[in-house]
């Protein structure tokens, strides 16, 4: 037996399980101050399900205790329901999908690693620095080398397509995580246009599309950007939308129109084959966010993430310090203070003020002097941490 020896190419534990040991530790050793640690860490959110999710989700486990309603396998693919509520959705931005385009998943995160099944190993990768450490480690694993697009102060954290660089599969994510930076249309077609004219494809992660506010007029999917269906698979979630991080929903875009309609054919037998699709209870839930109901009271739940994001951006501006997002993004994305290394302010906001946040260093060299917030926290725990940071930096 061979082990895949890739594996010793990744560090050893996944950023958020580092974070989260290291604030155990801190915990063990000074049990007093933890009893008050505030985590704007990982981006996980706090509010319940809505009421809409939660009715469709009681009535569908009533149906799987009835004979006549119980269901078996589902679909792997998902099932129509939902699919064609996707498929609306996407409509409504103005972007016409074949429900067959749509497959349903348990979550973003899962079908950015498994999507690499359909690639060659021979493939150059680019990716964005810093970035979601999913989309390295995944590619690492399976022994493929990444090369990085700089995101800097500079660039305002939104890389361009370089005509020197030389790559098949491109990432990109927007509203980025980490940096809360949003691409404009210009921006992503510019991407686009590099994609096919390269025969690349774009793997765009859209799991933070909802937090994009109408009136900026920024993409909420590639598909938006003409020729994108040519060159680009779209991910998203419920998780961030919705709060479904604990009851897992996701879905990915492969069009027909990328590859001859191959890439969507060999996507269907991967799924078909390795995976057994989502809980029908849990796709009933996902459903119901599309309903009349579910979607004013997402909107509600995401005002209040909203809400937060602005609390900690004012509390910068207020202190000068740069940084990205904050709007249009759960997420905002200093930099440190005073020259400090990422690694070096987690351990000063954990034992100064006890607040937890993510060193940028996670996410890539270009975030050595940078630190990531989340506005995935609660009002009052949101305002707590900030009126800590405020007046522990401004000593
Ligand atoms: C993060 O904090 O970056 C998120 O939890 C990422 C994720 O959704 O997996």
């Given amino acids: 037996m061979k082990i895949n020896t890739n594996y010793r190419n990744v560090a050893d534990s996944y950023l958020f399980s580092t974070i989260a040991k290291k604030v155990e530790q801190y915990g ?3 049990p007093d101050e933890a009893k008050d640690i505030i985590r704007l860490g990982i981006g996980d959110v706090t509010l319940p399900l809505c009421d809409a999710v939660i009715t469709a989700l009681h009535g569908a486990v009533d149906e799987m205790g009835k004979k006549e309603t119980f269901r078996g396998y589902g679909p792997e693919q998902g099932y129509d329901f939902l699919r064609n509520s996707i498929k609306d959705y ?3 931005k103005g972007v016409s999908l074949e429900s067959d385009e749509i497959f349903i998943s348990d979550g973003a995160k899962s079908d950015l690693g498994n999507i690499l099944d359909l690639f060659d190993k021979d493939n150059s990768v680019l990716v964005p620095d810093p970035v979601y450490p999913v989309y390295v ?9 990444v090369q990085f697009a700089d995101a800097t102060e500079e660039n305002g954290f939104l890389p361009m397509p370089d005509e020197d660089v030389k790559a098949d599969i491109i990432y990109i994510c927007s509203p980025n995580n980490p940096t809360g930076a949003v691409y404009g249309y210009d921006a992503l077609k510019a991407w686009v246009d590099y994609a096919n004219r390269n025969n690349s494809v774009i793997l765009f992660d859209a799991a933070y599309e ?17 020729g994108a269906k040519n060159c680009a698979i779209e991910f998203c979630s419920f ?11 996701g879905y990915t875009v492969v069009p027909k129109a990328l590859e001859g309609g191959v890439l969507n054919k060999m996507w269907l037998r991967r799924q078909t084959t390795k995976f057994n699709g989502v809980p029908y209870i849990v796709q009933k839930a996902a459903a119901a966010v599309f309903s009349e109901k579910g979607h004013a ?19 910068f501006d207020r202190l000068g310090i740069w940084y990205t997002g904050g709007k249009n993004s759960p997420y905002i994305w200093f930099k440190c203070p005073n020259d400090m290394e990422s690694w070096e302010f987690f351990d000063y906001l954990l034992e100064n003020v006890q607040v937890v946040g993510t060193p940028g260093a996670g996410f890539g060299k270009n975030g050595k002097n940078f630190f990531r917030i989340t506005a995935f926290g609660s009002k009052e725990g949101t305002i707590r941490a900030m009126e800590r940071i405020e007046n522990l930096l401004k000593k």
């Avoid at 937090?211 to 920024?218: A, V, Y």
């Avoid at 997402?298 to 809400?307: D, N, Q, R």
């Fill in 90 to 92: 996407y409509e409504s």
């Fill in 297 to 315: 009271q997402i909107k509600e739940t995401l005002g209040y993430y909203k809400e937060n994001a602005k609390i900690i951006a004012d509390t």
């Fill in 210 to 226: 909802s937090f994009i506010e109408k009136e900026d007029n920024l993409p909420t999917s590639i598909f938006e950007i003409e």
């Fill in 239 to 249: 998780s961030k939308t919705a709060g479904f991080t604990g009851t897992r929903c």
């Fill in 137 to 145: 480690d995944t590619n690492i694993m399976t022994g493929r080398k």
């Fill in 28 to 30: 063990e050793k000074n």
